[in-house]
């Protein structure tokens, strides 16, 4: 059974860094590609990044590119979200997700490519 858990969420000030991180339990996590979501009340679920199953490839949504970086580390099964010039309209639920296709080369932007998700960590970002 594939479980991922996120972690490293909280509250923070505008302007600050947070590093979020989700561990992956179940399969050869280092076989799939792999990708960080957000949430607010009411929207539909966001993309926020994503990372290829080797880490050669990456994606961001406009709105977070040149401050958020997505990362893995296949050693240890985890993805990580590093959070930085965090901003009030970053404030979500964010969640992890995981593709269920092998080896995939390409990177997907819809949460309907992706097969399994964590419960997802509250980040919030005061003014």
């Known amino acids: 059974q594939v479980r991922l858990v996120e972690s490293g969420g909280g509250l923070v000030q505008a302007g600050g860094s947070l590093r979020l991180s989700c561990a992956a339990s179940?399969?050869?996590?280092?076989?799939?590609?792999m990708a960080w979501f957000r949430q607010t009340p009411g929207k539909e679920r966001e993309f926020v990044a994503a990372i290829r199953w080797d880490g050669i490839s990456t994606a961001y949504a406009d709105s977070v590119k040149g401050r958020f970086t997505i990362s893995r580390d296949n050693a240890k099964d985890t993805v990580n979200l590093r959070m930085n010039s965090l901003k009030p309209e970053d404030t979500a639920v964010y969640y992890c997700?995981?593709?269920?296709?092998?080896?995939?080369?390409?990177?997907?932007?819809?949460?309907?490519?992706?097969?399994?998700w964590g419960q997802g960590t509250q980040v919030t970002v005061s003014a």
């Open positions: 179940g399969r050869a996590f280092s076989s799939y590609g």
């Open positions: 997700a995981s593709k269920g296709t092998l080896f995939s080369a390409s990177l997907y932007r819809s949460p309907m490519d992706y097969e399994y």
